[in-house]
């Protein structure tokens, strides 16, 4: 996303937050706690310091289970990652001796904030690609808000780039039907106003229970797409306030 906006030259419009994580306190409502992650310090110094420092939300005990949880994380690399699909956070914490409480009072927030839902669905995977960026790089978990409504301040440069390249944005132009050709190759796609768009090339970029509502049928037994099979939308509604 950072590259999108320095390809964009609106990397001004970024308003970044200090580098903290501040989470509420489910047993004291009305109470934050933080994770202050010090300026000085190099990835991952800088997120140990800042797990070491908060006293509130875990022990002692809890943090020293949870270091020796993820000590495979660290060492095991992308591969041990990987491997973690098929647990959920509250299986691998578990399965890691992680205490249940560590999993309530810092991975709820972490697996609501990453994918919206709790860590008994969420993938553990999830979880390490994000604690594994985290670790090393230095501003890998810092925030930043955009300075405005998202339509004006991110869609618009996007359009404009793609306008000043000679392409064209249509909106309101929704996909009915992916049809084919006699060898399964896209012939175009047809909206719900009845027109079609051809093209040279195909990116289908919707949500993904709508690519499988549209996938034709004799694609749906190709390898690649029935891995889709497997894969749910989260519906989740947002509410933009400017
Ligand atoms: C509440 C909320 C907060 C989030 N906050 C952040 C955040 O702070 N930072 C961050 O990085 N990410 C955030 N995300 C995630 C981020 O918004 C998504 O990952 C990203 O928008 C996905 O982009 P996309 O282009 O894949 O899909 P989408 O943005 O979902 O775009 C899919 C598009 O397909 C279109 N479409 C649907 N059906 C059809 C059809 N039949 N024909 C043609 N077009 C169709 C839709 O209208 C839509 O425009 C948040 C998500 C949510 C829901």
């Not at 929704?174 to 012939?187: A, C, N, P």
Request: negative net charge.
């Amino acid at each position: 996303v950072q590259n999108l906006f320095g390809e964009l030259g609106i990397n001004d419009r970024l308003q970044w937050k200090e580098h903290s994580m501040i989470f509420a306190m489910p047993s004291k409502p009305g109470e934050f706690s933080r994770f202050d992650f010090p300026d000085v310090l190099p990835a991952p110094l800088n997120g140990i310091w800042a797990i070491l420092r908060n006293n509130e939300m875990l022990t002692w005990p809890e943090k020293i289970k949870f270091a020796i949880g993820l000590l495979p994380a660290m060492v095991g690399g992308q591969a041990y990652v990987e491997a973690q699909d098929g647990l959920s956070v509250e299986e691998w914490m578990r399965k890691q001796g992680v205490p249940d409480r560590v999993t309530d009072e810092v991975f709820i927030a972490m697996s609501k904030a990453l994918n919206f839902i709790n860590p008994d669905e969420l993938s553990m995977q999830c979880i390490l690609i994000a604690l594994n960026r985290f670790l090393q790089e230095k501003h890998g978990s810092k925030m930043a808000f955009l300075d405005g409504n998202p339509p004006e301040r991110l869609c618009m440069p996007i359009v404009e780039h793609i306008r000043s390249l000679g392409g064209e944005v249509r909106l309101n132009s929704r996909i009915r039907k992916i049809e084919l050709e006699d060898d399964g190759t896209v012939k175009n796609f047809l909206l719900t106003d009845g027109t079609t768009i051809e093209g040279d090339a195909y990116v289908f970029a919707t949500p993904v229970d709508i690519l499988k509502l549209l996938l034709p049928d004799s694609w749906k037994e190709i390898p690649y797409f029935k891995r889709l099979e497997k894969l749910v939308g989260v519906p989740v509604i947002n509410v933009h306030i400017w």
